[in-house]
């Protein structure tokens, strides 16, 4: 999508701005309202093919990453799908990268174990779902409030070492299998 097919959309500081929409805060928490009136047929063909590319990418890695957070691998394939969904109706980034990743699984299966529930139990999956709502809220509280901007005091070498961590964590696990 290139801003200059759209006239309500301009590059100022590198960030695309959408003009207001009619309703400002329907605009604000909705972007599809900006831009899909000026949405094109070519637009839709290079994100349909954007689209199968990475979903065709997305199942099989998915379905790992239900299997590292303890989960049944549909449940992977719910979480390739869905948030990608509900991205492209609320999200505000063209460029980021939407799905499961392996350090959230292996965070979210881990805190479930801590919390008292082993995986294969009964309330395993139940405690999955409620940890990811409880997760999403959250997000969805800080950038609602533009909180992001607190990514910036984070040093370097706290994003390496977590990196690190991470995947020693992730090829530890892997072993068993």
Not at 45 to 54: E, F, L, P, S
Not at 142 to 148: D, P
């Amino acid at each position: 999508m290139s801003t200059k097919n759209y006239p309500n959309i301009k590059r100022q500081n590198s960030f695309l701005n959408i003009k207001k929409a009619k309703w400002p805060f329907v605009g604000l928490s909705v972007p599809i309202i900006d831009w899909l009136p000026v949405y094109t047929k070519e637009d839709l063909i290079n994100d349909t093919i954007a689209g199968v590319t990475v979903f065709v990418m997305l199942v099989p890695s998915c379905m790992a990453y239900a299997i590292l957070a303890g989960l049944p691998p549909v449940y992977g394939l719910y979480g390739a799908t869905i948030p990608t969904y509900i991205y492209a109706l609320l999200g505000t980034s063209r460029e980021i990268s939407m799905g499961p990743q392996a350090i959230i699984s292996l965070l979210l299966g881990t805190s479930a174990v801590s919390l008292g529930y082993p995986v294969g139990s009964k309330d395993f999956i139940p405690a999955i779902m409620n940890l990811t709502m409880i997760s999403g809220l959250i997000l969805y509280f800080l950038g609602a409030c533009r909180l992001g901007v607190l990514a910036n005091f984070l040093s370097y070498s706290v994003l390496v070492g977590f990196s690190t961590a991470s995947a020693s964590l992730i090829a530890l696990s892997q072993i068993k299998y």
